[in-house]
């Protein structure tokens, strides 16, 4: 077996949103490879993360699916043979990326709602930006029911979220999403909260969250190992 075989395909990241989560990604990946004692190999775009929020925002979803196809060109010109972005809100796009990219893509969506049916789970609540919450994270769990916080509870979790993503996230605002997440379970009925925002996976992790959880990038990590060790 040649070293390429060993180390198994190049994956092509699409970072910076925001660079805490690109790094979550990669020390994760490599600490997977390690246990495995296999090198990845591993190449990174750096997206505009004010950009894919201006997008969303607008909802210009062909606009962001085109400018995420336009990094991933590049990750392929570089040799990248798989993709996957580091972000959960991006896949509001993942249906027209996955026609237009070049490379196969390591779907968030399809993995996380995997793991919620393998865990047998019917209700359950997110934590995440506001169009990952209220979109009920992009339809991809349209088949259980989600839990739809009040109004003023997303504008809180949207807001403390974006501050984690900038750096800016005290403990005090990772008490208050662990009290919202408690009360999702206990008012709501929620199973297990999902954490749907690769910068809340730095913070929160089952032995310190205080509620049952699903750790969206966890999964998605995970799932990127197995696709590139194939």
């Not at 959960?88 to 990326?97: G, M, S």
């Not at 990772?174 to 709501?188: C, G, I, W």
């Given at each position: 077996?040649?070293?390429?075989?060993?180390?198994?395909?190049?994956?092509?990241?699409?970072?910076?949103?925001?660079?805490?989560?690109?790094?979550?990604?990669?020390?994760?990946?490599?600490?997977?490879?390690?246990?495995?004692?296999?090198?990845?190999?591993?190449?990174?775009?750096?997206?505009?993360?004010?950009?894919?929020?201006?997008?969303?925002?607008?909802?210009?979803?062909?606009?962001?699916?085109?400018?995420?196809?336009?990094?991933?060109?590049?990750?392929?010109?570089?040799?990248?043979?798989?993709?996957?972005?580091?972000?959960?809100?991006?896949?509001?796009?993942?249906?027209?990326?996955?026609?237009?990219?070049?490379?196969?893509?390591?779907?968030?969506?399809?993995?996380?709602?995997?793991?919620?049916?393998?865990?047998?789970?019917?209700?359950?609540?997110?934590?995440?930006?506001?169009?990952?919450?209220?979109?009920?994270?992009?339809?991809?769990?349209?088949d259980i029911e989600v839990v739809m916080p009040q109004a003023d509870e997303i504008d809180r979790i949207h807001r403390i979220y974006s501050d984690f993503v900038t750096g800016r996230g005290s403990d005090a605002q990772m008490?208050?999403?662990?009290?919202?997440?408690?009360?999702?379970?206990?008012?709501?009925?929620?199973?297990?909260?999902?954490?749907?925002?690769?910068?809340?996976?730095?913070?929160?992790?089952?032995?310190?969250?205080?509620?049952?959880?699903?750790?969206?990038?966890?999964?998605?990590?995970?799932?990127?190992?197995?696709?590139?060790?194939?």
């Amino acid at each position: 077996m040649n070293a390429t075989a060993q180390e198994g395909r190049c994956l092509g990241l699409i970072g910076g949103l925001g660079p805490g989560a690109t790094v979550h990604y990669y020390r994760e990946l490599v600490a997977a490879y390690e246990k495995q004692a296999r090198v990845p190999r591993l190449l990174i775009a750096h997206a505009d993360v004010h950009r894919v929020y201006a997008t969303v925002t607008a909802k210009d979803f062909d606009g962001l699916a085109h400018y995420l196809a336009g990094l991933i060109t590049q990750l392929a010109a570089g040799g990248a043979e798989v993709t996957a972005i580091v972000a959960a809100t991006p896949h509001i796009c993942a249906d027209r990326l996955v026609a237009l990219s070049p490379l196969p893509l390591v779907n968030m969506l399809a993995e996380v709602a995997g793991a919620v049916h393998r865990r047998g789970l019917k209700r359950v609540a997110l934590l995440g930006t506001r169009f990952t919450v209220e979109t009920r994270m992009f339809g991809c769990l349209n088949d259980i029911e989600v839990v739809m916080p009040q109004a003023d509870e997303i504008d809180r979790i949207h807001r403390i979220y974006s501050d984690f993503v900038t750096g800016r996230g005290s403990d005090a605002q990772m008490e208050e999403l662990r009290k919202l997440a408690q009360t999702f379970v206990a008012r709501d009925g929620a199973q297990a909260v999902l954490i749907a925002g690769t910068d809340l996976s730095t913070v929160f992790t089952e032995s310190n969250a205080g509620f049952p959880m699903i750790d969206c990038a966890g999964v998605h990590i995970d799932a990127i190992v197995q696709r590139l060790l194939e």
